[in-house]
């Protein structure tokens, strides 16, 4: 038998397991038979992850010129539980339960311990109300068994994200809207539209941190590369934080009558060019269009400072304090949505530029 050896750095998959072990190794490719390469697998990764001999292993070729190997086991669901005392609230078990969700758990239980009814229906409508894609598959009185579905090939990712960016535009719109005419109705709306936003919010940081983690998942999901993830995680905090500022300004409509013509056409005009801005913004994240996202970046500079320059005429003694109060908090929600204008525009920047190749000067053997 000829062998010949290669060099060769491979990344091997941390798989859940309690063992401590170097994340990189370094192999050298023997060559069987003069056309079979083979490398051999770290012995400790082996038997942390229960590897036994005619075991399947899953490899995944990278973008960047990586391969990414991972155990293959079918039909093993990942399942977190929650066991709250009965002194945990009922806020504190969804903070917990969405924490599972956005880490990708596909199972997730919660044992309560002599629950009240209320407290129960409360966890429960939360879960409908923030998570996308949870079932409730099995209840009792003191247990509830959540199937978080897979359900991203229904909702790609950018389709995600563009839902997402319509829904917080037409809450901007809405809210300077009903914030100049006084409209208390159309306000609620807006209120009870921000959880659609944080829905999906929830929804798209769990696919992303599945990528993360998940070789596959990245391809499934129309990205590229990996990377790309913390861009649109960064993209994805953006909106919900630009439609949790319209629903600041909806918030206050009706604390107190203006009656200032002037003032309510700056800021008609300003939400305008505000929700333009954030607007071309998320058409040049999906459309890739890196010269229209540096001029949104230069746009909302001017904007800011337009902005700033109107909050300092507020400080004139003629108005009173609460009016400028109530005006320079609606200013500053439509700044800030600006500004996470800009934000996703610099994502839409970064994530057009081509990926280098790994390369890596040294490393453990």
């Not at 709250?84 to 924490?99: F, L, N, V």
């Not at 002599?114 to 598959?137: C, F, M, T």
Request: aromatic fraction near 6%; include cysteine.
């Amino acid at each position: 038998m000829i062998q010949k050896y290669i060099e060769v750095k491979i990344y091997i998959a941390k798989y859940s397991c309690t063992c401590s072990m170097e994340q990189a190794y370094l192999r050298k490719i023997q060559m069987s038979g003069g056309s079979t390469l083979i490398v051999s697998l770290p012995k400790e990764w082996v038997r942390a992850v229960n590897l036994k001999k005619l075991d399947e292993v899953l490899m995944v070729p990278q973008p960047d010129g990586t391969l990414f190997v991972m155990p293959y086991k079918k039909g093993v669901a990942n399942e977190a539980c929650i066991e709250p005392s009965s002194q945990t609230t009922a806020d504190e078990i969804i903070r917990a339960y969405i924490s599972y969700y956005l880490a990708g758990y596909d199972t997730i239980r919660i044992k309560f311990e002599r629950p009240s009814p209320e407290l129960v229906q409360k966890v429960k409508e939360s879960i409908r109300r923030w998570i996308v894609g949870a079932e409730i598959v099995e209840e009792s009185s003191i247990d509830m068994l959540t199937i978080c579905l897979p359900i991203h090939t229904n909702l790609p990712l950018k389709n995600a994200i563009e839902r997402m960016g319509k829904i917080a535009s037409a809450m901007q719109k809405e809210s300077l809207t009903a914030f100049i005419e006084g409209d208390k109705s159309l306000a609620q709306e807006i209120i009870i539209r921000d959880d659609e936003v944080d829905r999906l919010y929830h929804f798209v940081v769990r696919q992303l941190n599945l990528a993360i983690s998940n070789p596959l998942t990245h391809l499934s999901l129309g990205l590229s590369s990996r990377q790309d993830c913390l861009g649109y995680m960064l993209v994805a905090k953006s909106i919900e934080r630009a439609a949790d500022h319209a629903l600041a300004i909806a918030e206050s409509v009706g604390t107190l009558k203006i009656n200032n013509s002037n003032i309510m056409e700056t800021i008609e005009n300003i939400g305008k060019l505000s929700n333009e801005l954030f607007e071309d913004a998320l058409s040049a994240l999906l459309k890739g269009d890196t010269k229209l996202a540096n001029d949104v970046i230069v746009r909302t500079y001017d904007l800011v400072k337009k902005i700033e320059d109107i909050e300092v005429r507020l400080l004139y003694p003629k108005y009173n304090v609460p009016f400028v109060i109530l005006i320079r908090s609606v200013l500053s929600n439509v700044k800030r949505i600006s500004e996470y204008s800009a934000d996703i525009s610099e994502v839409a920047v970064n994530i057009s530029v081509t990926k280098p190749r790994v390369t890596i000067d040294s490393i453990s053997h």
